[in-house]
């Protein structure tokens, strides 16, 4: 028995005294980074929303194992929040579409409607097709929808959905509910819409996504701020596996949802805990730019430092530093000599072709001691 097939539903219900302590917990960190992110000024804010916004569009999109092209995603959310970035790549429709259902989710506090929901499903499905197969777009699915795994012939059903005639009764009374002030804290009405979204299904398909988007805005409701500095859906797709258990463990039992909740607490205090880690990257590479804005370096340092800098994966070689800055390697190593004599790169231990540089640990003080 499904948990929309129980006499009592939806008349949820949870321990609160068990999920006391996680939920201060949590509305302790949220208020702590968000006074953090108020003290510095309006760039670095602008600069870790990016990085937020373009992580929690890659992760919510991973989780249904669809990889987005990440600079396309980079740059249509600069483009919409109005940050400049050199080398804006145009990006494809359904990159387009995603980025502007979680801007509208987190930007905008109007309430929820059938029609909002229709319109966010349109964008992430801008051809009317999931891959190859044609969908419903703008409307509630009309046929049985079933969560399954394993080859043809051999697939496990993990969740069935209400049945297509019960879903709009079912939407009308989970918008009615959303809309409306609730006695209990706002973190907790983000954690129960996500997972009362997903027990009704009620579209063809990316109602995954619409639920993850569903949280972020009253994950955003909560805090009173369309600025988002931390990516629930990154913290997801960590804990993926440990994501589908809960939701298939709590589809299957009773309607008090404390597991579920406790669940969701520590995964949004983890997610903010690593909102910290993308900060102290933000105000690296502040610092690095104040201390070396005036050191006289040309575009192509810049833009390969810049990518040093966001975390370039693996060692950075002369090849790769002339494919980078689309120049010959000769040039590259020019460019890469003048940074190690200004002690911003050092060499790697290999030899030979297999030479590498990466970016020198230099505290302050040194960094200001080069530039005298």
């Known amino acids: 028995m499904y948990l929309y097939e129980r006499d009592d539903w939806p008349d949820w219900s949870w321990d609160s005294e068990r999920i006391a302590g996680l939920l ?8 702590y980074l968000m006074g953090r992110m108020e003290a510095l000024g309006f760039e670095l804010r602008a600069q870790a929303e990016l990085e937020t916004l373009t992580t929690d569009v890659l992760k919510s999109s991973e989780i249904e194992g669809e990889h987005l092209n990440a600079e396309q995603v980079r740059s249509s959310v600069a483009r919409r929040l109005g940050i400049e970035i050199a080398g804006l790549r145009p990006a494809d429709r359904n990159v387009e579409g995603v980025v502007e259902m979680m801007l509208d989710a987190t930007q905008h506090y109007k309430p929820l409607t059938s029609e909002r ?5 349109a964008a992430l499905f801008p051809t009317g097709r999931s891959g190859m197969m044609p969908i419903i777009i703008g409307a509630w699915r009309d046929d ?7 080859p043809i012939g051999r697939e496990r059903v993990h969740y069935e959905a209400p049945a297509a005639p ?6 009308d009374a989970f918008l009615d509910w959303f809309n409306h002030p609730s006695d209990f804290d706002g973190v907790l009405k ?3 819409a ?3 979204f997903v027990t009704i299904h009620p579209m063809d398909d990316g109602n995954g996504r619409i639920a993850r988007a569903i949280c972020d805005m009253q994950l955003a409701r909560t805090e009173s701020s369309p600025h988002r500095f931390y990516s629930m859906s ?6 993926r596996r440990d994501y589908y258990d809960i939701l298939e463990h709590t589809q299957r039992r009773t309607m008090d949802v404390t597991a579920w909740m406790e669940w969701f607490l520590r995964c949004l205090g983890r997610a903010i805990d690593g909102a910290e880690v993308s900060l102290q990257a933000i105000l690296r590479k502040a610092r690095f730019w104040e201390r070396y804005g005036q050191a006289g370096l040309n575009d192509r340092q810049v833009l390969v430092l810049n990518r040093l800098l966001d975390g370039f994966e693996g060692k950075l070689t002369t090849s790769k530093y002339a494919t980078l800055a689309k120049t010959s390697p000769d040039t590259a190593l020019c460019d890469i000599n003048a940074l ?15 030479t590498g540089y990466v970016l020198a640990d230099i505290d302050a003080r040194g960094v200001q001691e080069r530039l005298r």
């Open 340 to 354: 190690m004599e200004l002690g911003i790169l050092v060499r790697g231990t290999e030899g030979g072709r297999s």
């Open 144 to 150: 049985q929808m079933q969560v399954v795994s394993g």
């Open 117 to 121: 929901l229709f319109a966010w499903h």
């Open 166 to 171: 019960r879903v709009p009764r079912e939407m």
């Open 190 to 192: 983000a954690a129960l």
């Open 194 to 196: 996500h997972l009362w």
């Open 234 to 239: 990154a913290q997801i797709r960590e804990e």
């Open 24 to 31: 201060a917990d949590v509305r302790h960190k949220q208020g």
